[in-house]
């Protein structure tokens, strides 16, 4: 007769959300073995134009037409704990193809509801994965960064070993320069992190070996040199 038990139905695949990530450094390196490669996601698309992993490589390219852009977006991070300030650094490469060349931008947002802003840019010829360190500001415990390719028909973005981590409690300086020289003196600036409270400052001649030069210790973030030799070239190092 009859049975009162029904067919099974199925199989219905579902697949859970990627973990919040709240341990650092976090490293991807989109290799097989990488168990968030899987949590990074294409949006914004303008066209059916997407990043694609390939040999532990992230990819944006098109076959022809374009500009075709897309976001690379990360998992959410927790990155309320990083005191310092947080930072990503990343390979990228992005070569010519006879005049034509695609470009990279790396946004962030402190939240999946937020919009994205953009924090560096770069549309020159890159032939080799390169690698950059960039500040990431306001962070936050729901925290993204996205990598946009613009293909203009050169060859593919490449993107690979993405560290995000804390701010060192000192950070490199920045806009080294000289102004007001004259012919015995100089005065030399630079802008520092939010956390630097003193620096080391050296100087010599032109293609001195650094640790054998006038070395002081400052409390500001300029120098004004004096009693120079004229005519007479020197390095400086912060």
């Avoid at 930072?87 to 939240?111: A, C, H, M, P, T």
């Avoid at 003196?185 to 070996?209: H, K, L, Q, R």
């Amino acid at each position: 007769g009859r049975g009162n038990t029904s067919a099974w139905v199925g199989p219905l695949l579902i697949t859970t959300q990627c973990a919040i990530v709240s341990t650092f450094p976090f490293t991807e390196d989109f290799e097989t073995t990488s168990t968030t490669a899987s949590c990074w996601v294409n949006a914004d698309a303008s066209s059916n134009k997407i990043w694609t992993l390939v040999g532990g490589v992230a990819k944006f390219t098109a076959s022809g037409g374009g500009p075709h852009t897309a976001k690379f977006v990360s998992p959410i991070f927790d990155m309320s704990s990083l005191t310092l300030g947080g930072q990503v650094s990343f390979d990228y490469k992005q070569l010519n193809w006879s005049g034509d060349q695609n470009e990279l931008e790396v946004f962030y947002r402190i939240s999946t509801t937020d919009s994205w802003v953009s924090i560096w840019s770069d549309a020159s010829n890159v032939p080799v994965l390169t690698n950059i360190t960039l500040d990431l500001p306001n962070i936050s415990s729901t925290y993204q960064i996205a990598f946009q390719g613009t293909d203009n028909y050169g060859y593919a973005n490449e993107l690979d070993n993405i560290i995000v981590k804390e701010a060192p409690p000192c950070l490199d300086v920045t806009g080294v320069a000289a102004l007001n020289i004259t012919n015995n003196s100089a005065d030399i600036s630079w802008t520092s992190g939010p956390n630097a409270v003193t620096w080391d400052f050296e100087y010599g001649p032109a293609n001195f070996s650094p640790g054998t030069g006038t070395l002081s210790t400052l409390t500001s973030g300029s120098i004004s040199l004096t009693g120079l030799t004229a005519n007479t070239s020197y390095d400086v190092y912060v």
